[in-house]
């Protein structure tokens, strides 16, 4: 546990668990329900950390790695399948004191990748590792390791089937993500954490299972510092989640981070630009998670709805699906 140096600095945690089409419709609220719960644990597993003292680094892994290791979210446990009936996964993970950031992709029998992220960030020479090459460094750092099977859920697997049968009848690869009749949350759907500790420090960690029945190898933004993930003490901490291949254009997690530096934005009012106004008429879907220098969270998210959880110090609690009280 980090001493305290700063005790005037106010910790706060935000997480999130992916944005898409999520509808009050579509929710029983038993399901509601189990959703909460787990956002609510994911919550107070990383801020139970800050609040002893710990260390933003610490408070986001473990908040990341609670939704994880629930099925209800696109990460770990959760994770799509692939076009071939497999789990592939990314994690990036990256703290705001000195930039130091570690990312894995496309790997298939760790069970929890933002572990792997964080061991590649503390532990080798890289940034990024992908495959079997990052599933070889986990075993050697002593990581759990699992069958691809233990990430099928009967859930992602229906999606699989639904969006290969809309394949199908879509004869170009570039049109099918774009059509109507490809469901929007099939696109998306990835957990994150930002945090500021007691010494100012933030800390950004992004995890996901990327697109359902995607191909060739494919990557999306979580695990690119810059795009999907990004920490920097001097501005603010992103996690996105969203349509990675325009988070990844459009290197929004960093954007937004540089319009409160540069541009004296403020985090919300950045999030806002980015998302709303650059993204949204594009057609780029999904949202952030953001915590300034100064500890002010936001989010922003131009989807029906967003899973996300936040506790800043000295306030109770928020929570929050749907596209109401988007503060």
């Known amino acids: 546990m980090a001493t305290p140096t700063n005790a005037q600095q106010p ?22 329900a189990q959703y909460q719960a787990d956002l609510a644990k994911a919550l107070d597993a990383g801020y139970h950390i800050l609040e002893s003292g710990g260390t933003s680094l610490d408070a986001v892994t ?14 770990g446990k959760g994770a799509v399948y692939t076009f071939d009936g497999e789990h592939e996964l990314d994690a990036a993970i990256m703290r705001g004191d000195d930039k130091s950031a570690g990312a894995v992709a496309g790997v298939k029998t760790v069970k929890n990748p933002i572990l792997l992220a964080r061991a590649v960030m503390e532990h080798s020479d890289h940034v990024m590792l992908s495959g079997r090459g990052a599933e070889q460094f986990a075993k050697e750092q002593g990581l759990e390791l699992v069958d691809n099977r233990y990430f099928d859920t009967q859930f992602r697997l229906d999606a699989l089937n639904k969006a290969k049968a809309v394949m199908q ?40 299972g990327g697109m359902t029945a995607k191909r060739y190898g494919r990557i999306g933004d979580s695990p690119i510092i810059g795009a999907g993930t990004y ?24 954007d937004i981070c540089a319009r409160v530096k540069y541009a004296g934005a403020s985090a919300k009012d950045a999030a806002d630009q ?8 594009i057609g780029g879907t999904g949202g952030v998670i953001v915590i300034d220098r100064l500890g002010n969270v936001s989010w922003s998210f131009n989807t029906e709805g967003m899973y996300r959880a936040k506790k800043v110090e000295g306030q109770p609690a928020v929570f929050g699906i749907y596209q109401e009280n988007m503060r």
């Open 11 to 32: 910790i706060a945690l935000v997480i999130h668990g992916g944005a898409g089409t999520i509808t009050k419709a579509s929710m029983t609220p038993e399901k509601e």
């Open 62 to 75: 473990a908040a990341v790695k609670v939704l994880e290791d629930s099925p209800l979210f696109n990460a």
């Open 169 to 208: 009848k879509l004869p170009h690869q570039a049109a099918i993500r774009l059509s109507p009749k490809f469901h929007a949350s099939w696109n998306m759907g990835t957990v994150g954490a930002v945090a500021i500790d007691r010494t100012g420090n933030l800390a950004a960690a992004t995890s996901t």
């Open 231 to 254: 920490a920097d003490n001097q501005s603010c901490a992103v996690s996105a989640t969203g349509h990675g291949e325009f988070f990844i254009r459009y290197q929004v997690a960093a």
């Open 274 to 281: 980015v998302i709303q106004q650059q993204l949204k008429p």
